[in-house]
C-alpha cells in the first residue's frame, strides 16, 4: 500500500496546478494530503480495483473511456529520500561483511545488528507508521543520547585515526554516520510542513539521530580514547 503525502502533493502543485487528483487502486492519502487538496478545492478520485471506474468522477465520455488513467508521478523528494534509505541499508551490510572478515567480528556484527534499527526505521517511512524504540547494547535511547552527549557528534575522523589500529573500522563508521546526516535532512526536506514551519516525520529524525550516537560510541571505543594530535 502506497501513501500519498502532503508534500508530494505540493512538489506535484507547484510543477504545474491540478483541479483533479486521481489514486491509483493501491494507493491511500495521508489526512495531511487530503486537507491539501480540499484547502485548493482540488477533486480527488479513487480508481477501483476492477473495471478501471474511478469513484468520485463523473462518468467518461464514449471516447475516454478506452484510455488508461495513469498514476501520477511521485516527488522527487519522496523517490530521492527512499533511494537514500536503500543505500544506507546496503552500506550498513556491506560495512557488516567487511569488519566480519577483516578486523573485529564482534564490531562487525554490532553494526549488522544496527543495520537491522535502521531497516525498521525505514519501514516505519514506507509504511507511513512510527518507528519502534531503539535498544542497542541493552542501553535505551535516553541512556544512548546522554553517554554521546558526553562525547559530542562532531568529533572529526582525520587522516591520523584511520591510521591507527583499529583506523578502517573507524573509516568505515564514520561513511555512515556522514551519510545519516544527508539522510537527516532529507526526511527533513520531504516531510516539511510550510504551514507549521516543522518537520512532520520529527520521529523518523530522531531515530535516525540515535542511529547516529550509536555510531559516534563505536567509534569512540575503536578509538580507545584517543585524540587526534594536532
Not at 482540488?42 to 477501483?48: F, T
Not at 507508521?129 to 543520547?145: C, G, L, V
Amino acid at each position: 500500500m502506497k501513501f500519498i503525502t502532503e508534500m508530494e502533493l505540493r512538489d506535484l502543485y507547484r510543477a504545474e496546478p491540478f483541479t483533479t487528483y486521481v489514486l491509483a487502486a493501491h494507493q491511500k492519502i495521508t489526512p495531511g494530503a487530503r486537507q491539501f487538496l480540499a484547502d485548493r478545492k482540488i477533486r480527488l478520485v479513487q480508481v477501483q480495483d476492477s473495471g478501471g471506474t474511478a469513484v468520485g468522477m463523473a462518468p467518461a465520455s464514449a471516447q475516454t473511456q478506452t484510455q488508461t488513467i495513469q498514476e501520477p508521478p511521485q516527488s522527487w523528494c519522496a523517490l530521492r529520500l527512499r533511494s537514500s534509505m536503500e543505500y544506507l541499508e546496503s552500506l550498513f551490510l556491506l560495512a557488516g561483511a567487511e569488519l566480519l572478515s577483516s578486523e573485529d567480528s564482534i564490531l562487525g556484527e554490532e553494526v549488522m545488528e544496527l543495520g537491522a534499527c535502521f531497516r525498521k526505521v525505514r519501514q516505519a517511512e514506507q509504511q507511513q507508521t512510527a518507528p519502534e524504540a531503539i535498544t542497542f547494547w541493552e542501553w535505551s535511547e535516553e541512556r544512548i543520547k546522554g553517554c554521546a552527549a558526553n562525547l559530542g557528534q562532531d568529533f572529526e575522523i582525520r587522516e591520523c585515526h584511520v591510521r591507527l589500529k583499529m583506523g578502517k573500522a573507524v573509516a568505515l563508521l564514520n561513511h555512515l554516520r556522514a551519510s545519516l546526516r544527508e539522510l537527516e535532512a532529507a526526511i527533513g526536506e520531504t516531510y516539511w510542513d510550510e504551514a507549521r514551519q516543522a518537520c512532520r516525520r520529527e520521529d523518523l529524525r530522531e531515530k535516525v539521530n540515535v542511529i547516529i550516537n550509536i555510531l559516534c560510541i563505536m567509534m569512540w571505543k575503536c578509538l580507545g580514547g584517543q585524540k587526534c594530535q594536532q
